[in-house]
């Protein structure tokens, strides 16, 4: 659990929306309609399994990653748009 404790300790870089929730808003199930597959490490996998079962009450592994998912493009919208805006379009 000290492991756990260390990962989730505040550090001092989270916006203000980020701090008022607390981590706690990364194990808010949310039902997802459509589901995709996507791979991960056996080693990240096993870390939130361990996340996801000790510190949520029944939310899947799938729910807890679309939510940190989602507050990452959230955070870096502006770097993701202008890197999106700087591609070449062109494949050849």
Do not use: W
């Not at 492991?3 to 929730?21: M, P, Q, W």
């Not at 995709?36 to 000790?54: A, F, L, M, N």
């Not at 009450?57 to 502006?78: A, F, Q």
């Amino acid at each position: 659990m000290k492991g756990l404790r260390k990962l989730f300790r505040n550090t001092g870089k989270a916006t203000s929306s980020r701090t008022e929730n607390g981590y706690s808003r990364y194990l808010e199930a949310k039902e997802i309609e459509v589901r995709q597959c996507v791979y991960i490490s056996k080693e990240t996998h096993g870390k939130i399994k361990r996340i996801v079962r000790t510190l949520s009450d029944g939310m899947t592994i799938g729910c807890y990653i679309d939510n940190v998912l989602k507050e990452h493009i959230e955070l870096h919208r502006d770097e993701i748009n202008a890197r999106l805006r700087n591609s070449s379009p062109d494949l050849l």
